[in-house]
T-cell receptor
Framework: KQEVTQIPAALSVPEGENLVLNCSFT??????LQWFRQDPGKGLTSLLLIQSSQREQTSGRLNASLDKSSGRSTLYIAASQPGDSATYLCASNYGGATNKLIFGTGTLLAVQP | GAGVSQSPRYKVAKRGQDVALRCDPISGHVSLFWYQQALGQGPEFLTYFQNEAQLDKSGLPSDRFFAERPEGSVSTLKIQRTQQEDSAVYLCASSSKKLAGGPNEQFFGPGTRLTVL
C-alpha cells in the first residue's frame, strides 16, 4: 500500500531559526511530490513540486529535496517567520490513469515571535 | 486569473438530508479532483475527472456519494442521506495537464466544511 508519513507531527521554533520538515513514502516509483501549506480553515496552497527526475526545488526561503532511493523528501525553511505558522503537507503522485495525490497527515508548525 | 472556487464554504445538514457541493476549477483546466479531509488528517482522494469523463471513482466511500462534471468545467459532489461520518472538509483541485508529459501541479480550492448533525 502506498503511504506517506510526516515527522514530526508538530514543531515549535523561535523566529529566525532554520528548520527541516520530513516526509517519507513507501513506494519509490514516484512521479512527483508536492509540498503544500494549509492555514486553519483554509484550503491548500501549493509551495513546491518536485519531479521524479529532480533532486530539489527552491522558492524564496523554501527548499525541497527528493531522494527516491530512500523514499524521503525534506522541506527546508530558512529564517523562519511567525507568518510561516501553518500545517505543512506533502503528497506523492504515482502518475497512472489518475495522478491522484496521496497525502501525509501534516506537520503543524508554530513560529514564536 | 481566478483560482479554484467552491460553494458553499460551510454546510450544516441534518442526518438523512441530501447535499450538493460545487466546484469551479481554474478556467481551461482539464483535470478535476475531489478529496475528503477529516479533522486532523491529510486529504484523501475521492474521484477524478478528465474533462467530462469520470475516470476514477475508487475513493468514493459508498454509493451515497456521486460526482458529475457534465460539461467538463463545473463539478458537483452530491452526498445522499448524509451520515455523521460524512462530516469533513471536501476539497476540490484542478490541474492543467493530462497524464502524459510535464508537471501536473494541482491547485486547490478553499474547501466546503460539511457538518452533519
Amino acid at each position: 500500500k502506498q503511504e506517506v508519513t510526516q515527522i514530526p507531527a508538530a514543531l515549535s521554533v523561535p523566529e529566525g531559526e532554520n528548520l527541516v520538515l520530513n516526509c517519507s513514502f513507501t513506494d519509490s516509483a514516484i512521479y512527483n511530490l508536492q509540498w503544500f501549506r494549509q492555514d486553519p480553515g483554509k484550503g491548500l496552497t501549493s509551495l513546491l513540486l518536485i519531479q521524479s527526475s529532480q533532486r530539489e526545488q527552491t522558492s524564496g526561503r523554501l527548499n525541497a529535496s527528493l531522494d527516491k532511493s530512500s523514499g524521503r523528501s525534506t522541506l527546508y525553511i530558512a529564517a523562519s517567520q511567525p507568518g510561516d505558522s501553518a500545517t505543512y503537507l506533502c503528497a506523492s503522485n504515482y502518475g497512472g490513469a489518475t495522478n491522484k495525490l496521496i497525502f501525509g497527515t501534516g506537520t503543524l508548525l508554530a513560529v514564536q515571535p | 486569473g481566478a483560482g479554484v472556487s467552491q460553494s458553499p464554504r460551510y454546510k450544516v445538514a441534518k442526518r438523512g438530508q441530501d447535499v450538493a457541493l460545487r466546484c469551479d476549477p481554474i478556467s481551461g483546466h482539464v483535470s478535476l479532483f475531489w478529496y475528503q479531509q477529516a479533522l486532523g488528517q491529510g486529504p484523501e482522494f475521492l474521484t477524478y475527472f478528465q474533462n467530462e469523463a469520470q475516470l476514477d471513482k475508487s475513493g468514493l466511500p459508498s454509493d451515497r456519494f456521486f460526482a458529475e462534471r457534465p460539461e467538463g468545467s463545473v463539478s458537483t459532489l452530491k452526498i445522499q442521506r448524509t451520515q455523521q461520518e460524512d462530516s469533513a472538509v471536501y476539497l476540490c483541485a484542478s490541474s492543467s495537464k493530462k497524464l502524459a508529459g510535464g508537471p501536473n501541479e494541482q491547485f486547490f480550492g478553499p474547501g466546503t466544511r460539511l457538518t452533519v448533525l
